[in-house]
């Protein structure tokens, strides 16, 4: 018959610390596992980023020549049409009957002669325009080329280390949530807050050397007796962590050997004068 877990709100101080500093020792497991992947994701999330932006900008590169292009094409129009008036304007010329429809005529021929001439200009800036884009756009396919293959060797790499890390990875992930069941909901947020907070990740630490294992500053003798009575949950007044003792952690610090007395000169002196 499967034994019923207890509601996390029963479970004594020392109970809570326990499944605390168990779930601190998984999720550290499951840190360094990322940090064995280390920049790899976000290297390839750069690089994702990095060819959709290439992309994007070949995709305005190529509307923008074929803009251009439409407008040269409706320029030439333009020019075929400004011609084609010109020489309508100089068969009307032989039919003039006076000087005053002859000037009017010229300014026209003028006129459109201008309008060549600014169509011709506006080509050539055109052409010129579409010349710097193809260059621009054949340098951006091979940025995109060679960010495609920077791509797929990274994605290779992160691909290599999930494989090989992903069933412990799992197995860590199934226990932590496991363990987080049994942790009161108020307590296990507080744990998850701290350790957001902190650069290497640990939430809950041991008494290490008369000090707090998280920040290293020195803890009072009285606060480290509480924190081994087990009554109630401390934490580090320096940086916040959640305070266990190495025993009920399971840890076993060897404690440095106490050095001899040594004995005084003047001691060892007045002793050999009474001998003598």
Known sequence: MATKQKDPAELTVEEKLKNLYQLQTMLSEIDKIKTLRGELPLEVQDLEDEIEGLTTRIEKIQNEIVELKREIADRRAAIENANAAIAKYKEQMDNVRNNREYDSLNKEIEFQQLDVELNQKKIREAEEAIRMKTDELAQSSENVTERRTDLDI??????EIISETKAEEEKLRERSKSLEAQIEPRLLAAFKRIRRNSRNGLGIVYVQRDACGGCFNKIPP??????????????????????????LAGVKIEKPAAEKPKRSARRTAKNTTEEE
């Open 154 to 159: 990274k994605k290779s790499e992160l691909d």
């Open 222 to 247: 009285q606060r480290q007796l509480d924190i081994r009575m087990r009554k109630k949950i401390i934490v580090c007044e320096y940086c916040g962590r959640i305070m266990i003792d190495s025993e």
